[in-house]
């Protein structure tokens, strides 16, 4: 039988958060509500989870999950980088696109 590589909470979270700022930047990524939905617990379950507080089960079911969504994601989801610098008292700000996965 493989064994199966477990997420920490610490990177269930990392990944819950991550997913709730690109929705809150406009990106178009998957829902918590749909990932909840996915792995049938209510929404506020997956607040919860962002804030670190998860139950084992739900930590092995936010596992599954990700698992699952990961290489999907991982092509499709772009973040949007910002950078400022300043020469002679001047600003200038570029603008760039990572597509980086959410988890390495």
């Known amino acids: 039988m493989s064994q199966r590589v477990l997420l920490t909470k610490t990177q269930i979270k990392s990944w819950l958060a991550t ?3 690109k929705a809150k930047y406009g990106e178009k990524v998957i829902s918590l509500s749909e990932v909840a939905r996915m792995i049938g617990v209510h929404r506020d379950t997956i607040y919860e989870a962002i804030e670190g507080r998860m139950s084992e089960s739900t930590q092995l079911r936010l596992n599954l999950i990700i698992k699952r969504l990961e290489p ?3 092509n499709k ?3 949007k980088l910002a950078h400022v610098s300043i020469t002679n008292n001047q600003i200038k700000l570029g603008f760039g696109i990572s597509t980086n996965p959410l988890l390495k």
């Open 19 to 21: 997913l709730q700022l």
């Open 72 to 74: 999907k994601l991982e």
């Open 77 to 79: 989801t772009q973040t």
